[in-house]
């Protein structure tokens, strides 16, 4: 007779992070819905980093912003998120990089804001600004995120995938939390295209490459390898933070922003959520805080 299978324990709900640092020499760290919310600093969050970091830890911010590390720093500073509470930042629009690289010499239409043109900076392809002239297709989000839906991009991605044009998407991410609003990402366009038929290459989490790049940064941060066992990946995005983290090796942290927690927290709602994650949180919080 088969002996019935455990039921899995809740994931612990905690108000401090303080508890989980002793062990760990690294968090890899979502920025937006962890660190702030497009519009202002999440102060505890910041206290907590930098707590962690003066116990010896190493911060790396992890993003799947669509726009290079310098360019997400500006940012931060911008928005008031200090610099001691991180150490560096690898961002989707790093690893996205590689992926248009990789068009050289070919013509690119960029799906996306204005404030997202620093990716092809350097890069060997030329911008057109109508998607029948393009080779391949980079999305980076959507024109107008405060208005516009991907209801809106239906002729522009049937287009595209009538031809077959390629798509690189620098941010995995279906949706964030701006202030009290919930915009669409690139993701979100992404996924659309992938229903059409379209071929899409994801930068960033939940994909593997952008955790390889991580380490890379990481041991030279550090100047040794650093185990994945001592690295805590924290962030607020199930499918991006907390299944790229389990698809990783890495233990994680979830951390329940309003883009898919918009109630009360509690062990219902988080059995819900990570019913079909390989490893789910080994613990969540409603915000980061030490």
């Keep these: 007779m088969t002996s019935p299978q455990a039921s899995p324990q809740p994931i612990p709900i905690l108000n401090s992070i303080a508890d989980l640092a002793p062990g760990r020499e690294v968090w890899l760290t979502d920025i937006w819905g962890v660190m702030h919310n497009g519009v202002e600093p999440f ?4 206290e907590a980093c930098t707590r962690f970091r003066l116990s010896g830890g190493t911060v790396l911010l992890l993003s799947n912003a669509p726009r290079p590390a310098a360019s997400v720093a500006a940012q931060l500073d911008r928005i008031g998120v200090p610099r001691f509470a991180w150490d560096a930042i690898l961002t989707s629009g790093d ?4 992926l248009i690289g990789a068009y050289a010499g070919q013509r690119v239409f960029h799906l996306g804001p ?13 911008l057109v600004g109508a998607a029948r002239e393009a080779d391949v297709a980079s999305c980076t989000g959507l024109f107008d995120d405060e ?6 991009y239906a002729t522009l991605l049937a287009e595209l995938a009538d031809r077959q044009v390629p798509m690189t998407c620098a941010n995995p991410d279906i949706t964030v939390e701006r202030g009290d609003k919930i915009v669409y990402c690139a ?10 038929g379209g071929s899409v290459a994801y930068a960033g989490k939940p994909y593997l490459p952008v955790y390889d790049m991580a380490f890379e940064m990481l041991e030279t941060l550090r100047g040794t390898p650093v185990a994945r066992e001592r690295v805590l990946c924290i962030g607020d995005g199930v499918r991006t933070d907390i299944k ?5 090796g890495l233990d994680s942290v ?7 927690v918009s109630g009360e927290l509690t062990s219902a ?12 949180p080994i613990a969540a919080m409603r915000q980061l805080s030490w």
């Design 43 to 46: 102060t505890e969050a910041c």
């Design 95 to 98: 690893a996205a990089r590689a």
């Design 114 to 126: 204005e404030r997202d043109l620093p990716l092809y900076e350097g890069l060997d392809v030329t």
């Design 147 to 152: 208005i516009e839906t991907p209801d809106d």
């Design 187 to 196: 993701g979100a366009l992404a996924a659309e295209y992938v229903e059409l």
């Design 244 to 248: 790229g983290a389990a698809a990783a």
């Design 254 to 260: 979830f951390i329940a922003s309003g883009v898919h």
């Design 269 to 280: 709602a988080l059995k819900e959520l990570f019913t079909d994650i390989a490893a789910p």
